[in-house]
């Protein structure tokens, strides 16, 4: 006996009885977003939370029975999708504008200002879209048969206005074990997505032309994707071991901290879900019907600015701000120290083992430095340590000293257990030297 397929195929008007009652929803809840606009009331979280919602259970039913292969519903699909990533993207604005006050950052009155005018501009132009849109939704829905409502939600199931209330807090400050050490790996993650974000040389610009090579050769949706997830487990790992801690009551600069994580956060979600839509829906990329249509209905010049000189600007922006925050919070944990190492064995300090001991300065916050007979050599700079090696090697010493950050010290002394890592294997805590071998 052959097997039975479990798909079985249906009408076209047996999949409208079953769109029908979600669509029902959808339209509810958009609906009353346009006569909010209209009215010139402000959009929530929570309601842009209940449109993502009957927007994405919508998306799901289209899905679910292959609506976007199906040439009668595939235009109706792809502006249900619009909406859907354009509303997710406009909750992340709105989510910021109502936590901005809280997130500490201490910024200057110019510069909260010209966020804010930038943030709410954004927002408008993602509200303006999503109307066009959803004129585009109603349109190929009343084609395809649907029933379009004019009911409305009632106001009264929407608060205008988000409590800011908090129940008190009651809750014990931990002692997380070695809560010190995560503070430094900590912000030492946070100061490495920083400059990857900075590395990317993508600046502000007012021409759309000069971004439209950027995507997706040099900036999309995947590599955005890999920040936003970076500058999570930063955010993760904050709210674990430091936050509601002792160390962190005791130092209003975590606190700080925590608002630089936030805001690039959430700023990069924007700009993965604008992305997202530039390179599925818009037709610089996928052509078609239904794209240049959505290129009519959302302005991909505006897009493209929102994307690069809003999104991406500010998440720059504010992870560099963090970035300098975070270096004088790890300036607060530096503890020098001193302490005696074997000289490498048996060429003394060549240039090998001078560059992995300046690669190892450069990597920790503080100065860390050779000391020859209260002579002070910086171990940041390779020509320093070779001159100091000279001298090593003329006096005949086997040991020396240095001076620096105990972190630092502290590799140190573990590339000295290995003889400099002469044999070119490295140990695990030294990974970070392991790039950087094949240039020396």
């Not at 930038?118 to 048969?145: H, P």
């Not at 990069?268 to 839509?277: D, P, S």
């Not at 037709?283 to 991406?312: P, T």
């Not at 990974?431 to 094949?438: K, M």
Request: charged fraction near 30%.
């Amino acid at each position: 006996m052959e097997a039975k397929s479990l798909i079985q195929i249906i009408s076209e008007g047996e999949f409208l009885q079953i769109v029908q009652a979600p669509s029902n929803l959808f339209f509810k809840v958009s609906a009353l977003f346009c006569e909010k606009l209209k009215d010139g009331k402000e959009i929530s979280r929570k309601f842009y939370s209940s449109l993502i919602q009957e927007t994405e259970y919508l998306e799901s039913v289209l899905d679910e029975h292959g609506a976007r292969e199906n040439k009668t519903w595939s235009f109706f699909s792809e502006y249900v999708a619009c909406v859907r990533n354009l509303s997710i993207a406009a909750f992340y604005i709105k989510h910021i504008l109502d936590r901005y006050p809280y997130y500490n950052l201490g910024e200057s009155e110019e510069n909260a200002q010209a966020f804010h005018e930038s943030a709410y501009k954004a927002l408008d132009f993602l509200n303006t879209s999503i109307l066009g849109l959803r004129a585009e939704v109603v349109r190929t829905g009343q084609v395809n048969g649907l029933e379009i409502s004019e009911e409305l939600f009632s106001m009264d199931e929407f608060s205008e206005i988000e409590s800011n209330k908090r129940l008190p807090r009651t809750i014990l400050e931990d002692e997380v074990q070695e809560e010190q050490e995560r503070v430094i790996e900590l912000c030492k993650k946070y100061r490495k997505v920083a400059k990857m974000v900075k590395d990317m040389g993508v600046e502000r610009n007012d021409d759309p032309d000069a971004f439209r090579h950027v995507i997706p050769s040099k900036l999309d949706e995947k590599l955005v994707r890999m920040f936003k997830e970076l500058v999570h487990s930063v955010q993760s790992e904050y709210d674990t071991y430091v936050k509601n801690t002792l160390l962190e009551q005791a130092r209003a600069d975590l606190k700080n901290m925590r608002g630089y994580i936030s805001m690039p956060l959430h700023l990069l979600e924007v700009v993965l879900w604008l992305c997202h839509f530039y390179e599925r829906h818009e037709d610089d990329i996928r052509h078609g019907e239904c794209k240049q249509q959505i290129s009519r209905v959302v302005n991909k010049e505006v897009l493209l600015r929102q994307i690069f000189n809003f999104g991406f600007h500010y998440s720059k922006y504010y992870l560099q701000e963090g970035d300098k925050l975070v270096k004088n919070i790890l300036m607060g944990f530096v503890e020098n120290v001193r302490a005696e190492v074997p000289i490498p064995h048996p060429l003394g300090f060549h240039a090998r083992p001078s560059t992995f001991i300046s690669l190892i300065a450069r990597h920790h916050e503080g100065e860390l430095h050779m000391i020859i007979d209260e002579d002070k050599f910086n171990a940041k700079s390779v020509m320093s340590l070779l001159q100091a090696g000279g001298i090593l090697a003329d006096k005949g010493y086997q040991k020396v000293v240095l001076e620096g950050s105990r972190q630092a010290i502290n590799d140190v002394k573990i590339l000295a257990q290995n003889n400099y890592c002469e044999e070119g294997e490295f140990p695990r805590q030294l990974s970070y030297l392991r790039p950087n071998q094949g240039n020396h």
